[in-house]
């Protein structure tokens, strides 16, 4: 595990593997090693990037609030670090939130990009009232407390059903996240900008990836996405839920390595 200074804060990553880079970007509430089976894949013919969003995994919280914007510019630190200029960018969920501002503020320091079982739009009313109420309860509770709410939202009923050890896993991680990175987070995705207005504008080759049985980003979602984005690409990765390239690896790592190698 390295650690770099980003924005006063210092952010835990791997970097592996060697040749044209891709970062992956985790989603809430979970940490960098939901990419363990992609680093494993990919690395062998690929420079593979992954890191812990401040207040998440290993790297610190800091002391001020975040927003989508205050993650883009540590991602644009850590490339600073490791001398890359431009590389693929693939989010899941909130990792895809972070994406598209990554890609309003740094669109020419991102090759390609991966947008995995997320969403451009912003969140309702409903679900922000939702948000905060959640973030109230990490505060209040830690972010064990959001074990029973999430685990039913991030997997698939496949996985739920016939995966007791992948359950295990994501709820280990749900268990072991940081309240405060939480509750942040929580506030951070709540006020996000809509990035509906960005999708004509994102002219990078770009692969949409979703679960077919993905309830909190579902496949209308990614197929609204796929028809604004100039050079989408829509895949749809049959029984896996929200966290695709868990439930699915293998199928989620080829669909990955295809489109690199054609992009
Ligand atoms: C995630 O998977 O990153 C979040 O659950 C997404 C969300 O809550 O909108």
Redesign the pocket.
Known sequence: MNEILAGGVQLAYHDVGAGEPIVFL?????NQTMWNEQVAALSRNYRVITFDWRGFGASDAGETEVTMNVFADDLAALLDELQIESATICG??????AAFAFYRKYAHRVKALILA???ASA?TEE?KKG?YEMAALARKSGAAALVEP?TP??LGVTSLQNKPTLVERVQQMIRAAQSEGVARA?LA?AQRDDATDLLAHINCPTLIIVGSEDK??PPSDAEKMSQSIPRARLEVIATAG??SNLEQSETFNRLVADFLQAS
Request: charged fraction near 20%; proline fraction near 4%.
């Open positions: 985790h989603a809430f509430p979970l899941l969920s909130m990792g895809g939130y079982d997320t969403r969140d679900g948000r999430m939202k991030l929580l995705m909190l980003t929200h966290l």
